[in-house]
């Protein structure tokens, strides 16, 4: 098996922690995802992944919450996908996701996986081809590169993982940018508090020596301030059972239901970070 060398700084090198997740929870039993492109990519790069041990999360407990939200947002873009077959999905800060083989959307649909130029020049080396699918290396905060997709709608935009490494000013511009860009669309991502960010924050110092998150999102409805046209619509906690019960039996790790709930308890653990979907624009009505 080739391997390739990934050195990826700052942000960008976040991206090799979900990879690692992902690959982990597919070598588990049960696995949430058993996602074998991610643990083939994985097992492909050459990168001392004892960097990525938290000395607050086991390897296992990351995993799961890795897996699990990418599962929640693979829902939610599955969703999108069986009502709109003719569709554009931008995967934002895609990282080193396989989100477009495990979601395997039909011939209708564009997508588009956009990241910083390290990580698309990591995913060209790691990931196979895919048909009706573009690399974007760019900052998603430029403006240049969202004027080159074809305003095709209706848009799913995708931001797992995200909104948090992004200058708050710029990261609201982004989002009005894209509601005047698509007629109409839904737009999904995930937020943390200003708790959330310090606490990230201060494990991330310790790990990589950097505070790497800027934006804080205390209440997914500011965003609806910024860019007028987004309706929020979904709010889920990220330590809501929603999210746990969704999970196979046996995958999370034991007391995580208890916890799950007693987090609902507590509002500022609660809301640490959340799941957000908006809409925007009408569109055409769906049949079904
Ligand atoms: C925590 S990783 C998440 C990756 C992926 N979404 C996932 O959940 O597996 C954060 C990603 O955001 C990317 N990122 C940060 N700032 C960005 C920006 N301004 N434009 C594009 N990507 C950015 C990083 O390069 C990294 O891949």
Known sequence: MTQVKVVLPDAMETSLIMLYGLAMDARANPSILGDSIAAHACDRVDYD?????????????????????????????????????EATVLHLGAGLDSRVWRIAPGPGV????????????????????????????????????????????????????????????????????????????????????????????GMLKRQFGAALLRWAIDDPRELERACPRLRCTDVVSATSPAVVDGLPAGAAPRGSRFFARLATLIPPMRDLSAHVRYEFGTGPAVTS
């Open 49 to 85: 992944f004892t960097r990525l041990r938290s000395p607050l999360v086991s390897p296992k407990d990351m995993s799961v919450k890795v897996a699990a939200r990418a599962a929640f947002f693979d829902a939610w873009t599955n969703d999108f996908l069986a009502a709109h077959d």
């Open 110 to 201: 564009r997508w588009y996986d956009i990241d910083l130029p390290g990580v698309v020049d990591a995913r060209r080396d790691l990931f196979p081809d895919h048909a009706n699918y573009q690399l974007i290396a760019a900052s998603v905060t430029e403006p240049g590169w969202l004027d080159r997709i074809p305003s095709r709608p209706p848009v799913l935009v995708i931001a797992q993982g995200l909104t948090m490494y992004l200058p708050p000013d710029d990261g609201r511009a982004f989002f009005r940018r894209i509601t005047e860009h698509f007629d109409h669309g839904t737009v999904i991502l995930d937020t943390h508090s200003r708790l959330g960010v310090r606490m990230v924050n």
